[in-house]
């Protein structure tokens, strides 16, 4: 990433391939990853995220035959994509950015203090888009922590799929099998990240939940759906933390 970008500062207004102008002082920043920045839009009491890529990275971007896939289809976890931008004039094998969903984060929100059911909702959730993908034969990836928000509903939410391919070559059932493989290893990477990086965790016990989770959640055990698994997992505790408090017992 260009160390002299000015992050966070939009000189031009942005317009969507419909014609519609997102006029900059109606646009407020918000974050930024390796390839873009996303912004807020608010007008009228309407709302979006628009997200912008920076000029040397559209192309390590969302691909316009996903974007083209997405913003046709109905999705309950990830934003559901309203629009693509074209604000450079790029070729037709690119695009500049899009406008999705808003979803508005909790920062104060910590996933061990959720409610088990939150979770396993969620993953429901997740589970509903896996499949919608795989019958789009679109396949998930980038499936990771950094990737999950918790938001002001409570509410574990995917929020990017820039990465996402369209695997025409395979079956519906093995994309979906391959979507859902992902949703597990984020389970059981989520819990592991943040029992490592939780101070309330004694070091031994940290160690023998993570093994714990290595076992459930491994990739040999995992026969059935993921929320089902979450939920067998965590059995009758209310919260993470509850359920892995027996380990310090």
Known sequence: MDRNRNLG????DVVDENGHIFYRH??????????AEVWRWQYDGKQAAVKIFFDEAYHKGMKP????????L?????????SILKKNGNSSGSMDGYVMEYLEEDF???FLDLPVENIVSSFQFMEQDATTLASHHVLMADVFPGNMMITKSGQAHLFDSDLYQICEDCSCDEILDDNYQLLISLIRLKLQQDILHDLDVPVMDCFAMINAIDSFFSFEMCSCVPSEQIQSFFQSAKTPRQYFKKFGN
Do not use: E, Q, R
Not at 65 to 72: E, G, I, T
């Open 9 to 12: 500062v939009l000189n031009t």
């Open 74 to 82: 109905h999705l309950v976890s990830l934003p559901n994509i309203h």
């Open 108 to 110: 104060h929100a910590h």
């Open 26 to 35: 109606n646009l407020s920043y918000l974050n930024h990853g390796v390839n």
């Open 65 to 72: 035959d996903v974007a083209s896939v997405l913003k046709n």
